[in-house]
């Protein structure tokens, strides 16, 4: 008997699901904290709590992570340089420090305009190499001839031997702009995905499973972990893309809305006929527009570990994340004594960082360069929580809150506050953790909010439903204005949105929220069983699919019907007749399509490739195409009999 393992490596959990091969049948799952600055800890401890009789018959393992995004979204990437050649525009803002504008690239046939200035690029090498963790190359029109990106690439690794990523490596649309951003974006997320990689390599290795190993990417399909470490900005959102499958599978439906609420973010998505809905336009991350393809969500920074603050008896939802009471008490055995005996700070002393629930603790990441306020205050904190009154008592002097943001931000201190989670402690809804510390936080922060705990807590959970529900009308809503859908939900009148397809909820206390969302929104909501684990689920039942996109064209129009270019990922090709260009470019579509499939463990009738012909021509035109699109699209299902 063969099974499968999937592993979802979250901003709060690690979530791992064990499948058995010959019905789709779940037969056990795990959850375990994720662990910082190394997720290997947890990796380990997900796996740990499985069956390990199972364990030895896996063959398959695929997993899925938002490490990645989230470091983006948290600007706390590796630092990188970015090589820009040819006609780049000057005016555009870089995410990289270390920026070189090289002489070089081509025209749109894929022929050199200027030759590439490879002494430029090596004196910049020189100067930034120990500065940086890796380099990104972007070409003009690399996508026709990537000579010069290539070239680059292997000086770099010559002299550095530092990782270096290029454009049309990673694309094969135009826009050098955005593929340079993708190429930056990518080169800083190496190391982080290395490191995921390493630790699921590491921990299976251990065990003795001798497996597949396949990463989802943020469309929703599968990758062999190969080009997951060459690619890893196409999983940046393969979290997201983990619940939107997992849903839809544990469901049992083809179509539907996806709300996935994590510790960190809940993600809005949708499914429709079984295929993700996908962005028209590349993926967004941390405000960079990119060239990945991923699907259409909306995020919001509302999770179970978003930290619930109080000023002026007003009540903050976020947007930062923290370690809940509950958990710390865990985690930290003298914690809930300093809880209890922290006092209330004054109304007009309250903040983000100032709250009587609000501690701070030391992430285990190494700190970089550090002013000396950060420095004092990094040598007051250490790896048991102190609460701000404690850290005044240390430095002798008040700290100044914008320092505790700075820390954070550096990743360097983990703050611990109230949250959603603790108040469905209170509520007695959810209680994995300490309810005790999660009832204490309740009393301080209702002392000031004038309210009975009980009152607060419940004020907590209509919050975060109604952000949820905000956020899946903006989505379901594209066209209309948020504002507006706001008034409406915040009006005086008992309007009620009706929705005629299904609202899944995955998540691990989701079910909490299930008959608040139903008063806001007329609809079917479910959540299906092993809720807690889809995305684990969603890592192990994403499709192969492969794109191949190729472009044939007359190298001159002045000679419409000979010499023929054929620009295919990677590289350029020149044919005489433009059959016999056209026959090459279909062979070697289906070749990248195939080789893809079979690197992601496919083979025979599992995979199902198709070629789609669209070509251009003015009127009159008695010659072969002026332009012929290719797309060769590969679609695989693996060996799991997954059924709902």
């Not at 990119?290 to 570990?305: K, N, P, Q």
């Not at 030391?362 to 000396?372: D, H, K, N, P, T």
């Amino acid at each position: 008997m063969h099974y499968s393992l999937g592993i979802d490596a979250g901003g709060t959990y690690t979530d791992a699901v064990l499948v058995r091969d010959s019905d789709g049948e779940i037969i056990d799952s795990n959850k375990a904290l994720t662990t910082y600055p190394d997720p290997f800890e947890g990796i380990k401890n997900v796996i740990d709590g499985l069956n390990p009789e199972y364990l030895e018959n896996v063959k398959l393992v695929s997993v899925s992570t938002t490490l990645s995004t989230n470091t983006i979204l948290e600007g706390t990437g590796f630092p990188v340089a970015l090589i820009l050649i040819g006609d780049h525009p000057v005016d555009k803002e870089l995410p990289a420090e270390h920026v070189l504008f090289a002489a070089g690239g081509h025209n749109h046939n894929g022929e050199e305009i200027t030759a590439l200035d490879l002494k430029a690029i090596e004196e910049f090498v020189l100067q930034v190499k120990d500065k940086v963790s890796a380099f990104a190359i972007s070409s003009y029109f690399s996508t026709r001839n990537p000579e010069h990106e290539i070239r680059a690439r292997d000086l770099i690794l010559e002299l550095t031997g530092l990782p270096a990523v290029c454009g049309h490596e990673l694309s094969q649309e135009l826009g050098a702009y955005e593929r340079a951003v993708t190429a930056f974006l990518n080169a800083q997320l190496i190391p982080i995905t290395r490191q995921f990689v390493k630790s699921v390599i590491s921990e299976i290795t251990k065990r003795r499973i001798n497996a597949r190993l396949l990463m989802l990417k943020c469309d929703g399909s599968v990758v062999g972990i190969r080009d997951a470490l060459k690619k890893p900005i196409e999983t940046i959102f393969s979290g997201p893309a983990a619940s939107l499958v997992g849903a839809s599978f544990l469901s049992g439906l083809k179509t539907c809305e996806v709300v996935d609420v994590g510790g960190t973010s809940t993600d809005i998505s949708s499914i429709c006929m079984g295929v993700p809905d996908l962005s028209d336009e590349g993926a967004v991350v941390g405000g960079w527009k990119t060239r990945v393809r991923a699907i259409r969500m909306e995020t919001t920074a509302t999770g179970g570990d978003s930290h619930i603050w109080t000023v002026n008896k007003e009540l903050f939802l976020g947007p930062r994340r923290v370690i809940p009471l509950a958990v710390a008490a865990v985690k930290y055995p003298s914690f809930l004594n300093n809880l209890k005996r922290t006092p209330m700070p004054f109304r007009e002393d309250l903040g983000e960082n100032i709250q009587p629930t609000k501690f701070f603790v030391r992430s285990g990441y190494q700190a970089g360069e550090l002013s000396r306020t950060e420095a004092e205050v990094m040598k007051v904190i250490g790896e048991e929580p102190v609460s701000v009154p404690e850290i005044n008592v240390l430095l002798q002097k008040d700290v100044y809150p914008q320092t505790l943001d700075s820390l954070i931000r550096k990743r360097l201190v983990q703050a611990i506050g109230f949250t959603p989670t603790d108040a469905l402690h209170v509520l007695g809804e959810y209680t994995e953790w300490d309810v005790d510390a999660s009832q204490i936080g309740a009393e301080k922060i209702a002392r000031l909010m004038h309210m009975t705990p009980g009152e607060f807590c419940t004020a907590v959970k209509k919050r975060v439903a109604r952000s949820m529900a905000l956020h899946l009308l903006s989505y379901i809503l594209s066209d209309v204005p948020y504002a507006s859908i706001e008034k409406i939900l915040d009006g005086n009148y008992p309007a009620k949105f009706k929705l005629d397809i299904p609202v899944v909820l995955l998540g691990g206390p989701v079910r909490a929220y299930r008959e608040e969302l139903k008063e806001i929104i007329d609809a079917e909501i479910i959540v299906p069983q092993h809720a807690e684990v889809g995305n684990a689920v969603g890592a192990l039942v994403g499709k192969g699919i492969k794109r191949v996109e190729i472009l044939i064209r007359p190298a001159s129009l002045m000679s419409p019907d000979k010499d023929f270019l054929v620009f295919a990922p990677g590289s350029r090709l020149k044919f005489d007749t433009y059959s016999e260009a056209l026959d090459t470019a279909t062979k070697l579509g289906k070749k990248l399509a195939m080789d893809y499939m079979q690197d992601c463990g496919l083979s025979g009738s599992q995979i199902e490739i198709s070629v789609e012909k669209k070509t251009i021509s003015p009127d009159g035109w008695n010659h072969p195409p002026m332009e012929t699109n290719l797309l060769v699209m590969g679609i695989g299902i693996r060996g799991l009999h997954l059924e709902g």
